[in-house]
């Protein structure tokens, strides 16, 4: 059984490599790779900014005619993202970097402009030494003067160093923690300020808004009726007045166990200081026996109870006499 993925080749035994006939291609082949913009670069077309890193298409090839120590400079093709416009750059070795060439222009490259002019202001110094031996002297002097500033300064911040070295760092800790310690306490004491001060403003809104509640209140509070006179008052009276007099005939017929007075009939006596009985003759006036009041007549059938009360109050008013 043959396998499946088919590693090794057959290579017959009359081959010869030599025969084999070589592929031609143009020097300046391009080739598609996938590249991210090595700086920040803004289209002169669009005006559209080109952020370093942002990844792209491109297309590149070999440089003709141009190397540096032996090495190939590439070109690299890529479009901007809002216009389309062919912008186009190439590696430089020299300063291993990338340079722009074609279609935009280049941003940010601060960093490389002083470096540039370091390396211009270091070459008219050496061409100046070359051919003036003052010159050499004068910038030896100043390098010497400038060294000598660099070694003061540098001796001032060890002595700073110094002294600092001996600074007590645990005071320095408690000093800070009293003085946030006194700075919490003084936060306190203002919310607590605070509060009482809103709660003081609290209380006396709600008192005015109690006591204009209660204006209100009074103010709209329908006035007071005088009481209604109840109808069956009257119903109410007339019993009463029957149970008071029922009363009284209970009590004055308790008298002398005589019976109750009712239907009594109230004569005027012309003659005062007597009382007369109705139907009968006033009666003789007897011998009364000393120390005593006289016995009253008795209460016979027949007779009307108003007789009988003038024979009792006769027998009390001369018994009150004696």
Known sequence: M????????????????????????????????RLMAPFNMRCKTCGEYIYKGKKFNARKETVQNEAYLGLPIFRFYIKCTRCLAEITFKTDPENTDYSMEHGATRNFQAEKLLEEEEKRVQKER?????????????????????????????QE???????????????????????????????????ERETAALVEEARKRRLLEDSDSEEDAAASAPPRLAPRPNPT???????????????????????????PLSGLVVV?????GRSTRQGQASPT?????S????????????????????????????????
């Open 233 to 259: 008052a009257i119903l109410e009276e007339a019993p009463k007045a029957k149970r008071k007099a029922e009363s009284w005939e209970r009590s004055v017929g308790t008298l002398g166990n005589r019976p």
């Open 126 to 154: 050496e061409d100046e030494e070359l051919n003036n031996p003052m010159k050499v002297l004068e910038n030896r002097t100043k390098d010497s003067k400038l060294e000598m500033e660099v070694l003061e300064n540098l």
């Open 2 to 33: 043959s396998e499946r993925k088919v590693l090794n080749k057959y290579y017959p035994p009359d081959f010869d490599p030599s025969k084999i006939p070589k592929l031609k291609l143009p020097k300046d082949r391009q080739y598609v790779v």
């Open 291 to 322: 120390g005593k009041a006289a016995d009253p007549a008795p209460w016979t059938p027949g007779t009307s109870s108003l007789s009988q009360l003038g024979a009792y109050s006769d027998s009390e008013d001369s018994s009150g006499s004696s």
């Open 285 to 289: 006036p007897g011998p009364r026996k």
């Open 157 to 191: 911040l060890k002595d700073l160093n110094q002294r600092q070295a001996h600074v007590d760092f645990e005071a320095m800790l408690r000093q800070h923690r009293l003085s946030e310690e006194e700075r919490q306490k003084q936060e306190q004491e203002e919310d």
């Open 268 to 272: 005027k006596n012309t003659d005062p």
